[in-house]
């Protein structure tokens, strides 16, 4: 059982980390003024289909897009 708790810690920090990550992400192409403040799942989309891994591979996967 306590391996078990152990698993579930470790899988809910790496959601958190990758999660903090990809917002990071999506808050600099803001900031960039890549995207707009207000934008939309599909304009995500749209920016993850050109899939730069250095700029928005967390981003595209905690913004909801793949």
């Known amino acids: 059982m ?3 708790l152990v698993i ?3 899988y ?4 958190t ?6 917002n ?3 808050k600099t192409l803001i900031e960039e003024g890549v995207l707009n403040s207000d934008y939309t ?3 995500l989309a749209m920016l993850c289909e050109k899939l730069d891994f250095e700029v928005i591979f967390w981003g595209c996967l905690t913004g909801g897009v793949w």
């Open 8 to 10: 579930i810690i470790i």
């Open 17 to 22: 980390i990758l999660t903090f990550i990809g």
């Open 2 to 4: 306590k391996i078990l």
């Open 12 to 15: 809910a920090a790496i959601g």
């Open 41 to 43: 799942q599909r304009e």
């Open 24 to 26: 990071q992400e999506i």
